[in-house]
């Protein structure tokens, strides 16, 4: 247990940067690449579990799980090679995408929860060269357009249990901002380098209630929505825009097959086009619905002790609402392994009090007109119940 | 178990360390060319001014002489310090005796292809006094063959060099102090030749170039000889001109002569220039309403800077670090095509909050100390306006892409 929590110390430490998710070149245009508000250990399964996952910020009915005090923390590590018609580059970056606490209300049928999460992502550095015309004379430049942060969701949520029922209702703070800058240098060094930079920060409130059940015979159903509203963005503290957030639904199931293997599976559906006419209104390129479904099965090698070595694998699918180019939307396919290991077990319960989640997955983005990602997500969860 | 915990932990660290968000961008998807919106703009001076007076004749790099060059007949002046006849040694004044003495110039200008000239030396009375009050009808009245110190030829080769007179024995009766001297010695130089031309000597400003007075004198001891060479400092160095500067048309900037003259060129940026756009290339053009003077072989200067305030003539000047906020161009002699000079550096300190007005003051360089002159159109005759292009970058729509 001690060394356990040496180790989120030390991490916590290196969360010190800026707590994005990973980088892309689809992550360019629009409000960023979403982010998929997920544990390490649900990612693992392919997404399938966070539905019911309490680490997750999907669901808030999903906090009444917590039947103690629990802390998560996640970190992801990717290493993509994109490509375009124009070039292909390969990057890395490291990630904090998802921080959580909460826990049961003793003597209660309550439970609590916050929740900090990746909303979307607007972390890149694209680099292209041009030919423009000044003067009537050809001259070449080359273009750095840098964007470090993105949008980040604060979720405060409170579950109730009544009987046969789990209830939860959330309210999110969407906040964040991305520090952007863009640097153009001239062939001809008669020109000056042109740098520019701005800060553009965002706000807005959403709120989310789910459902949790089960249906007998190990299956269990799960269901959410989420309103986002919209969110204000300013430009330097001065308005430029408001931009439509979606409305979210979801539902998923879960069946225990046997008593080593769980299998479940999930849809997702946002309504991005409400934003389509103020990115374009602002000059993007718009937004479409998006849609994510999920399938993934949990092997357990010891059905008392869920965090010895249990087996993870499951897949995903889902539509990215930001075309790269008008009209092309770009989507993600990923297939994903985890596994995880428990320390400082209760002698009494046999139950881990700290757990180490791991998954590895990879990952394919494309959209028409010849963009292509792949890459390799290398993720690393903590979770602490003292 | 731990230990690929410990794995994943380590590429997780180590692969952050070395962060890489590189992505390819591509147009127009990817494109932020299409963006950054850089636009063009010619803009005219709205008011110009011409001033004079800023370095007098003799207080640039060079004294100048001219036997007839753009008709003017230029004799350069100078006054040195008192000379001494005895020398102190040993806490004891002791009378000297002068065994010779070397007069000497430096010739830092001179058109390569005027042959046959010669400097002559002159002894100036002591009725000259040599200084700012001195006008070429004193000195010229005073270069008369009997105050004739040397006439000196200057090889057809000598371009920068050194040119030399020595006296000793009874060559130094030429340059003996009459009482009235005060043993103080006024000497003018004087271009002969057969072709007009001009020439340019090291100034007191060229240190150890600037024209000298040398004497080599003797002590006599009861039991030996002590040897000093003694040079006399500059206290007045200058050139008188048989013909006044000329002044300027009310419709044309003069540049250069001594006094020198300086020009201000005022711009006016729109709002849009000066707190929205980003200039990021600025080209001064300037068209030459006659021909630009020059000595051939001699290297004119135009110089631009910025001024932190406009204050008429004494508005302070931008020097910056290393001059590199001096912008420079070379005028060839005899040319009338318009003269375009890079001021972009200047212009960048146009934008945003610092305050520096769109105003640039030319001049031409060495001030006072070349036989360069240039006319330029003013904001008074259209199509011959001092003119400013200006490549500016409009804000980047950061909010959206």
Redesign the interface.
């Given at each position: 247990m001690r060394r356990s929590l040496i180790?989120l110390a030390a991490?916590g430490v290196?969360a010190a940067?800026p707590a994005w998710a990973q980088?892309?070149?689809f992550g360019?245009?629009?409000l960023g690449i979403p982010g998929r508000g997920l544990s390490i250990r649900a990612s693992g399964s392919g997404g399938a579990f966070g539905f019911f996952d309490p680490l997750s910020g999907i669901n808030p009915a999903s906090v009444n799980e917590l039947t103690q005090l629990t802390a998560g923390f996640a970190?992801?590590?990717s290493?993509r090679n994109?490509?375009?018609?124009?070039?292909?580059?390969?990057?890395?970056?490291?990630r904090f995408p998802q921080f959580m606490a909460g826990g049961a209300v003793p003597r209660s049928r309550l439970a609590l929860g916050a929740y900090f999460s990746n909303y979307t992502d607007r972390?890149?550095?694209?680099?292209?060269?041009?030919t423009?015309l000044?003067?009537g004379l050809p001259v070449g430049?080359t273009?750095t357009?840098?964007s470090l942060g993105g949008l980040s969701d604060l979720r405060l949520t409170m579950g109730y249990r009544p009987s046969g029922w789990s209830l939860g209702a959330g309210v999110h703070i969407i906040t964040g901002g991305t520090r952007?800058s863009?640097k153009?240098v001239?062939d001809d060094s008669?020109?000056?380098?042109?740098s520019?930079r701005?800060e553009?920060s965002y706000s807005g409130v959403g709120f989310s209630a789910g459902a949790a059940r089960s249906l007998g015979r190990g299956v269990a159903a799960s269901a959410m929505i989420r309103l986002d509203g919209s969110a204000r963005?300013d430009?330097d503290s001065t308005e430029?825009?408001r931009v439509d957030l979606p409305v979210t639904l979801g539902g998923a199931l879960r069946w225990r097959a046997a008593p080593r293997l769980d299998l479940a599976t999930s849809v997702t559906r946002r309504s991005w086009s409400g934003a389509d006419d103020d990115?374009q209104a602002?000059?993007?390129?718009g937004s479409r619905n998006t849609f994510e479904w999920n399938a993934g099965a949990e092997w357990l090698s010891n059905p008392r002790r869920p965090s010895s070595?249990p087996l993870r694998i499951g897949g995903h699918y889902r539509t990215l609402p930001f075309p790269?180019?008008s009209g092309a939307q770009p989507r993600e396919f990923g297939l994903s392994l985890g596994s995880a290991?428990g320390f400082a077990r209760d002698p009494q319960t046999g139950m881990a009090r700290a757990q180490?989640d791991?998954s590895l997955s990879r990952v394919w983005r494309s959209a028409t007109?010849g963009?292509r990602e792949g890459a390799w997500l290398?993720g690393?969860g903590f979770s602490v119940r003292p | 178990?731990?230990r690929?915990?410990c794995l994943?932990?380590a590429?997780?660290?180590l692969?952050?360390c070395?962060?890489?968000?590189?992505?390819?961008?591509?147009?127009?998807?990817?494109?932020?060319?299409d963006?950054?919106e850089?636009r063009?703009t010619v803009i005219t001076a709205t008011r110009d001014s011409g001033y004079v007076g800023f370095v007098p004749a003799g207080g640039g790099s060079r004294l100048l002489a001219a036997n007839g060059h753009a008709g003017l007949d230029l004799i350069p002046i100078i006054r040195f310090a008192r000379a001494v006849d005895s020398i102190a040694i040993e806490d004891t004044l002791r009378p000297a005796v002068v065994d010779s003495v070397l007069l000497y110039v430096t010739v830092t200008l001179r058109d390569p292809a005027a042959t046959g000239l010669a400097l002559d030396f002159y002894k100036l009375p002591a009725a000259v006094a040599v200084d700012s009050g001195t006008t070429h009808a004193e000195v010229a009245a005073a270069l008369v063959p009997e105050r004739l110190i040397a006439s000196v030829p200057l090889p057809d080769t000598l371009t920068n060099g050194e040119v030399r007179v020595v006296l000793a024995g009874a060559d130094l009766d030429r340059i003996a102090f009459a009482p009235e001297d005060g043993k103080v010695l006024r000497l003018a130089y004087r271009l002969t030749g057969a072709t007009a031309t001009g020439i340019g000597i090291a100034s007191q400003a060229g240190g150890s170039a600037a024209p000298g007075f040398v004497s080599y004198m003797r002590v006599i001891l009861p039991d030996t000889t002590i040897s000093r060479t003694l040079p006399r400092i500059i206290q007045y160095g200058s050139f008188v001109s048989s013909a006044p500067a000329d002044a300027p048309s009310p419709d044309e900037l003069l540049l250069g002569g001594w006094p020198s003259r300086r020009a201000i060129l005022r711009f006016e940026l729109s709002p849009m220039l000066r707190d929205t756009a980003?200039?990021?290339?600025a080209t001064l053009e300037l068209t030459p309403s006659e021909p630009i003077a020059a000595l051939p072989g001699d290297t004119v200067r135009l110089d631009v800077r910025g001024v932190f305030s406009d204050l008429g003539p004494k508005s302070p000047r931008i020097a910056g670090s290393a001059g590199a906020l001096i912008q420079t161009t070379i005028l060839t002699n005899g040319s009338t095509a318009p003269v375009s000079i890079?001021v972009?550096?200047i212009a960048?300190l146009w934008n945003g909050g610092s305050g520096v007005p769109p105003v640039l003051m030319v001049t031409l360089a060495p001030e006072a100390a070349t036989f360069g002159t240039a006319r330029f159109g003013s904001s008074r005759i259209p199509g011959l306006e001092p003119r400013l292009?200006l490549?500016y970058?409009m804000?980047?729509?950061?909010?959206?892409?």
């Open positions: 180790v991490l290196l940067t980088s892309s070149q360019i245009n629009g970190m992801v590590g290493f994109s490509s375009n018609p124009s070039a292909e580059e390969s990057g890395r970056d490291t972390d890149f550095l694209l680099a292209s060269s041009d423009i000044l003067g430049v273009d357009l840098t952007v863009l153009r001239f008669l020109y000056s380098p042109v520019q701005a553009i963005i430009r430029v825009g990115l602002l000059g993007g390129t070595r790269v180019e290991l180490v791991l007109g963009y290398v690393l | 178990m731990m690929l915990v994943f932990a590429v997780l660290v692969g952050g070395t962060e890489k968000l590189t992505a390819p961008g591509e147009c127009p998807g990817l494109c932020p060319s963006n950054l850089v063009d980003r200039i990021i290339r890079e972009s550096r960048t292009r490549t970058a804000p980047y729509p950061f909010e959206v892409q």
